[in-house]
């Protein structure tokens, strides 16, 4: 049986891979781990919760040989906004939190590390629409310079060490469960709660601004597919190029609409909309479809009703909560 740490297990991807791990592999079996975040109730009640810095090596091995992990999904990493804020802290974040990982998984023979990387790799010399697998790779943000460093990094790894690292470039993440934790990306999962509770939203990138984007149960679904992937079909040792939809966010305003026709959505971009405009609008991903059949779930249409039934049903029980 695995036994599974989930690293950033209180961020966005990671809250909700840790409770779907946890059913597939058993909670005692799946270790969640956050830092700064606090962990959800569901969380904490479901299995076993450690405090890690995963900056802070020994704090990290202290876990691993605690409950003899065997396999690591490292989420813990500081996003694209925050990060333009302070990129030094990005940096030692992201990086020192990732040598960190491959160093254990190296020392301790870890059985498989998963690793998420970002469409942030790209810049602008990258064709932006269905960008290749294989483009130049020259970010414009220190979330990105990281993430093109950790590709190097988990390849390095695997071909040095022989660490069976495995990865994805992640577009946008959708999720209703946890709020958005300071990406670009963000207002797609804010415009949804501001639709349903005040009918109005201002969105900080153009309405003409096309990003790739992903439902949450299909960035979960990626992971675990991946991870579950027999080693001889992993030909991609850097990171896979990874989508499910792309759409504008005045395409995404229009959608909402459908089922809130007064909702009026205002666009006011900030410094977000360079970032933004930096990334591809579409992703070819047909590299991981051929070698570990992927396959996503959502489109916008299924996404976005998915999305409004559960945070209507989320919003209504958290008022009753108040008032009881």
């Known amino acids: 049986m695995k036994r599974i740490l989930v690293t950033g297990a209180t961020g966005q991807i990671g809250s909700e891979l840790a409770l779907e791990l946890r059913k597939k592999y058993g909670n005692e079996n799946v270790v969640a781990a956050g830092h700064k975040r606090a962990p959800s109730e569901n969380l904490l009640k479901s299995g076993p919760f450690e405090t890690v810095d995963t900056t802070m090596k020994d704090n990290l091995a202290r876990v691993v040989k605690e409950y003899d992990i065997d396999t690591v999904y490292h989420l813990a990493a500081m996003l694209s906004a925050v990060g333009e804020q302070n990129p030094q802290a990005a940096w030692h974040v992201n990086m020192d939190g990732l040598h960190n990982v491959l160093e254990i998984a190296r020392e301790y023979e870890l059985v498989r590390i998963f690793w998420p990387s970002s469409i942030a790799v790209f810049g602008q010399e990258a064709p932006r629409i269905n960008t290749p697998q294989y483009s130049v790779l020259i970010p414009s943000t220190m979330y990105g310079v990281t993430k093109v460093a950790g590709e190097l990094l988990c390849n390095y790894y695997f071909t040095r060490f022989g660490v069976d690292v495995r990865s994805v470039r992640y577009p946008g993440i959708i999720s209703s469960e946890t709020p958005p934790g300071g990406g670009t990306t963000d207002y797609a999962v804010e415009i949804f709660y501001e639709a349903i509770k005040k009918k109005r939203y201002i969105c900080f990138v153009r309405e003409d601004t096309v990003l790739p984007m992903m439902y949450m149960p299909d960035c979960m679904k990626a992971a675990i597919d991946l991870m579950d992937a ?37 666009f006011k971009p900030d410094f977000r909309q360079q970032i933004a405009d930096s990334w591809p609008m579409s992703i070819d991903d047909g590299r991981a479809r051929k070698d570990w059949d992927w396959k996503p779930t959502y489109d916008l249409s299924a996404m976005t009703k998915d999305m409004i039934e559960k945070l209507t049903q989320k919003l209504e029980m958290k008022i009753l909560s108040s008032k009881s």
């Open 230 to 266: 027999d080693s001889s079909a992993i030909e991609c040792r850097t990171s896979y190029n990874l989508t499910s939809m792309s759409f504008s966010a005045g395409e995404l305003a229009a959608e909402i609409r459908k089922y809130y026709p007064e909702f009026k959505c205002d």
